[in-house]
C-alpha cells in the first residue's frame, strides 16, 4: 500500500511539473511570437476655430493654389534629409494634383501662377514672395494680426481670385521599427504631418484647415488616401464609412 | 520541478534583458551655445510642458512625469530654476507654440524673465506593450532672442507581444518617458562657475 501511495505522489508530482512546463512554454511563446507592429493609420485633425466644412464654400470662386512647403528632417536630431530618403519624391505633386481635384469637386477654381507669369508680373511676384515668407506663420495661427494681409489683397485684385490654399508637409525620418519575424517590437520614429489651409485673400481669416499625421513616411499608401480625406467633409465621410 | 524553476527564471531574465532600455549612446545637443556654460543667465524659468503632440490618445501627467524630473535635472546641473504656472502664451494654441521659431518663443513666459526654458511634448506612441516618446527643449535668452541650448530626448521603450506584453504595459510608458528626459538632460551641459 506504501509503495503505491509513494508512486502516486511521484505521479501527481510529474503532472504538475508538465502542466507548469507547458503553461510556462505557451506565455514564451506568446511573447516570442509578437503581435505584429501597428503603425497608428493616419489620423485626419481638425484644426482649432477651422472646423467648417468645404463643401458649397467659393463655389464658383478662384482659389489660388500655392506650392507646398516641404521640410524633412531626421527624427533624432532634426538635421536635414533629402525627399528621396524620406519616401517623399513627387509628394509635392501629388499634394497639388490632390488638392487641384478635391476643389474642383467642391465647385472652385484653382488658379496656379506659373514662372513665367510671375516675372512678367512684378506686383504679382512681390505679392507672392511676401505669402512666401510668411507662409509657416499664415499656415498655423489662429488669430491673423494682419499677418500678409496687404500681400494677400494685392494679390486678389491682380488675379481675381478669393482665396489662397496653401500647404505644408513635415516629414520626420527615423527608424522603421520593430520586427514582427523576431518577435522584438519597438516603435519606429518617422512621422509625416500634412496641413492645408484655406485663406481668404479679403479678410485674411483662415475658412478652412485639416491637417493629417501618420507615423510612417509618406511612401506608405495610406498617407495618399489620407492626403484625399482631408478634403472631405465629415458627412460625406459618414456617408463614405457607412 | 527543478527544470521547471530554472525555466521560468531563465526566461523572466531573458525578458527584463528585452525590456532593458536600448544602448546607452550619449546624446548630443542639437544645438548648444558655446559659453553657455560659464555666462551669466541668471534663473532658468521653466514653462509649463508645452503638448504639442497629434495624438492624445496617451494620458499622461506631464507636470509629474516630465517637468519636475526635467527641473530635478536641471538643478543637479547647476542651473537656478524657476517653475511656472503659466505659458504666457496669449491664446497660442500648444499645436501652434510647437511650430513656432525661437524668436517667437521668447515672447512667451514672464517678461521679466531674461532665460527661458520651454520643454515640447512631440509625441508619445502607445501600442500596448511599446511605447515612444518624443520632447524636445529649448534654453532661451530672451533678450537677445538666442538659443542657448536645444536638446532632444527620445524614449523608445520595446516590448514583448502575447501576455507578458500586455501585463507590462504601462510600465513600458512610464519608461519610455524616464528614458527620453533622461536622454534630453544628457545634452544639456552642467554650469562650471556660480549661476551669478
Known amino acids: 500500500m506504501k509503495d503505491t501511495r509513494g508512486c502516486r505522489r511521484v505521479n501527481v508530482e510529474n503532472k504538475v511539473a508538465a502542466v507548469a512546463l507547458v503553461m510556462c512554454a505557451c506565455v514564451l511563446a506568446t511573447s516570442f511570437c509578437g503581435c505584429g507592429i501597428s503603425v497608428t493609420n493616419p489620423m485626419v485633425l481638425d484644426v482649432p476655430n477651422s472646423g467648417r466644412e468645404l463643401g458649397g464654400m467659393l463655389s464658383g470662386q478662384s482659389v489660388i493654389l500655392m506650392p507646398p512647403q516641404m521640410l524633412f528632417v531626421r527624427t533624432e536630431n532634426e538635421a536635414p534629409a533629402s525627399a528621396q530618403d524620406c519616401g517623399a519624391s513627387g509628394l509635392d505633386s501629388l499634394m497639388l494634383s490632390t488638392a487641384r481635384e478635391e476643389l474642383a469637386k467642391k465647385g472652385m477654381k484653382c488658379l496656379e501662377i506659373d514662372k513665367e507669369t510671375r516675372n512678367r508680373t512684378p506686383e504679382l511676384e512681390a505679392s507672392l514672395q511676401d505669402l512666401e515668407r510668411d507662409y509657416s506663420v499664415l499656415m498655423r495661427t489662429t488669430s491673423r494680426d494682419d499677418v500678409g494681409l496687404a500681400s494677400m489683397r494685392k494679390l486678389a485684385s491682380i488675379t481675381g481670385a478669393s482665396a489662397v490654399l496653401m500647404q505644408s508637409v513635415r516629414v520626420k525620418l527615423g527608424d522603421r521599427g520593430g520586427r514582427a519575424d523576431s518577435g522584438i517590437q519597438w516603435q519606429g520614429t518617422s512621422s509625416t504631418t500634412i496641413k492645408a489651409s484655406l485663406i481668404s485673400l479679403a479678410s485674411g481669416e483662415r475658412l478652412w484647415a485639416k491637417e493629417m499625421f501618420c507615423r510612417t513616411l509618406p511612401s506608405d499608401d495610406r498617407c495618399a488616401s489620407a492626403l484625399t480625406d482631408m478634403y472631405k467633409d465629415q458627412q460625406n465621410k459618414k456617408g463614405d464609412d457607412q | ?196
Open chain 2, 1 to 196: 520541478m527543478k527544470i521547471t524553476r530554472l525555466f521560468v527564471n531563465s526566461s523572466f531574465v531573458l525578458i527584463c534583458t528585452l525590456l532593458a532600455p536600448g544602448c546607452a549612446t550619449p546624446n548630443r545637443a542639437i544645438l548648444v551655445s558655446p559659453d553657455l556654460q560659464s555666462r551669466e543667465i541668471g534663473d532658468v524659468h521653466m514653462l509649463p510642458v508645452v503638448d504639442a503632440r497629434k495624438d492624445t490618445s496617451v494620458k499622461v501627467d506631464l507636470r509629474q512625469k516630465i517637468m519636475n524630473p526635467i527641473c530635478s535635472a536641471m538643478k543637479k546641473k547647476g542651473y537656478s530654476v524657476i517653475s511656472e504656472c503659466s505659458l504666457g502664451a496669449d491664446g497660442a494654441t500648444p499645436s501652434e507654440i510647437g511650430e513656432m521659431t525661437p524668436a517667437e518663443m521668447c515672447r512667451l513666459g514672464p517678461s521679466e524673465a531674461r532665460t527661458l526654458c520651454v520643454i515640447i511634448v512631440e509625441d508619445i506612441a502607445s501600442d500596448r506593450n511599446t511605447c515612444k516618446v518624443e520632447i524636445v527643449g529649448f534654453m532661451l535668452d530672451k533678450t537677445s532672442e538666442e538659443v542657448l541650448w536645444k536638446g532632444k530626448g527620445i524614449g523608445n521603450q520595446q516590448g514583448q507581444g502575447g501576455l507578458v506584453g500586455i501585463i507590462v504595459g504601462h510600465l513600458t510608458t512610464l519608461a519610455a518617458l524616464e528614458t527620453s528626459t533622461d536622454r534630453l538632460m544628457q545634452s544639456l551641459p552642467e554650469r562650471t562657475t556660480p549661476k551669478r
